[in-house]
């Protein structure tokens, strides 16, 4: 396994002090460097980089996806201690599993593919707990009144614990079409089925939704 | 009338096939209600966002990625260094065991029995070689040694260290007896077969 003096050094606290404005590292200070080195380079040049043990391309790619797949991720489980663990899982496995990257596929598909396994084995093993409304940071929206932010956020409450109730292919292929745009063909690349299941797995999710939301519906 | 699959209906709802193209939809109310409820469905599923993390999450993921990604290299050089030490004793033995080995054969292939030492039985009398009587072996102390640890050798850890016999090897070394040695075998497999047969 491909080694850096960035990934080599144990780093809690050197990321708490970090966060803190306090200090920054050597270890981080080159990976920060040859991200910007690696800025330009693209996914297949970057995962070469990583497999040959450079300092900062693997970071670069965490830095990269780690928001999708957080939000594939939560999308899943519904709470943020869980996404953030599943999330952590994904990135190492990935790295572990960099060599199997043959970039068939975009290095975010392939990502994902990670996610929807990690996630459909933790959902196998037990059920996440929904995050309750008042634990939920809003997102912004600029200029949304207090109160329409809170609508809003109650909604999106709402959809996502139906989709968390829903079959879980029918679960996988609906959030990767939803929010991560990925075509027909790439989902189903990522769940190991035809373009048939998925539409009619996207098909069946869109119907489940609409009678688990009942009258929210139009 | 046969109403649009599942898949016709997402192409239509996703916009991928345009209605006038499916001349079905002018004259099936079902079909057109199914492709506004998808629509609605997806248009609902769309707005529920993701409550954004702080932003001091970012960095410190990073860092639990990094460190989880240290701690294993570091976990998988010490099982490495553990299951190495654990096959360094038997591989010790067995490296042993095989140069004593390799040593009582040699003696023995150098060894030159006294001709009124040579058996007068069966083996004697056969077309072969000569074989020489157990019993009046000198005591040799490798082939002691050879005995002792082969008994403390565990059946596994000798198939672990390769000291356990290949496939064909036995009928290998059968070939490669004298005459002598062949109708010895015999007379001893006759005695073991009569011994398990009572």
């Known amino acids: ?218 | 009338m046969r109403h649009l699959t599942p898949q016709e209906l997402i192409d239509l709802a996703e916009g991928e096939r345009l209605e006038p193209s499916v001349p079905h939809l002018a004259s099936c109310d079902h079909c057109r209600r199914e492709i506004t409820h998808l629509r609605a469905a997806m248009a609902r599923a769309a707005k529920a966002e993701v409550p954004e993390p702080s932003p001091l999450f970012w960095e410190h993921f990073s860092s639990r990625v990094r460190e989880a990604i240290a701690l294993e290299g570091a976990l998988g050089r010490r099982l490495s260094l553990e299951r190495w030490s654990r096959f360094a004793a038997p591989l010790s033995i067995g490296a042993l065991a095989v140069v004593v080995i390799a040593a009582a054969l040699t003696a023995r292939i150098n060894y030159r029995p006294p001709t009124d030492t040579l058996l007068s039985s069966a083996a004697s009398s056969a077309t072969g070689g000569a074989l020489v009587d157990p019993a009046i072996l000198p005591d040799d102390p490798s082939l002691d040694l050879v005995a002792d640890l082969s008994s403390e050798i565990d059946w596994d850890v000798a198939g672990e260290v390769g000291l356990t016999t290949r496939e064909g090897a036995v009928d290998k070394a059968v070939m490669q007896l004298t005459d002598g040695e062949r109708v010895e075998l015999q007379r001893l497999l006759e005695q073991e077969l009569r011994r398990s047969g009572d």
């Open chain 1, 1 to 218: 396994m491909a080694q850096s003096l960035a990934w080599a050094c144990p780093a809690t606290w050197r990321a708490h002090a970090e966060i803190a404005g306090l200090r920054r590292s050597p270890a981080t200070d080159i990976a920060v460097g040859n991200g910007a080195a690696f800025a330009d380079l693209d996914e297949r040049a970057l995962v070469d980089a990583s497999l040959a043990g450079r300092p900062g391309a693997f970071d670069l790619i965490v830095e990269r996806h780690r928001r999708a797949v957080y939000h594939l991720c939560y999308r899943f489980v519904g709470n943020h201690e869980d996404a953030s663990d599943l999330s952590q899982d994904v990135f190492l496995r990935a790295y572990r599993g960099l060599r199997s990257f043959r970039g068939r596929s975009s290095l975010a598909t392939w990502l994902y593919r990670i996610g929807v396994n990690v996630c459909l084995n933790r959902l196998s093993v037990k059920t996440p707990p929904i995050e309750p409304m008042d634990e939920q940071e809003p997102v912004d929206h600029g200029a949304e009144s207090a109160s329409d932010r809170m609508l809003r956020a109650e909604r999106g409450a709402r959809v996502r614990l139906a989709i968390a109730q829903l079959p879980r292919k029918q679960r996988a292929t609906l959030i990767l079409r939803m929010y991560h745009e990925l075509s027909h063909q790439e989902i189903a690349d990522v769940l190991g089925s035809s373009v048939g299941a998925v539409k009619a797995n996207f098909f069946h999710a869109l119907g489940n939704l609409k009678k688990l939301l009942g009258d929210e519906m139009p």
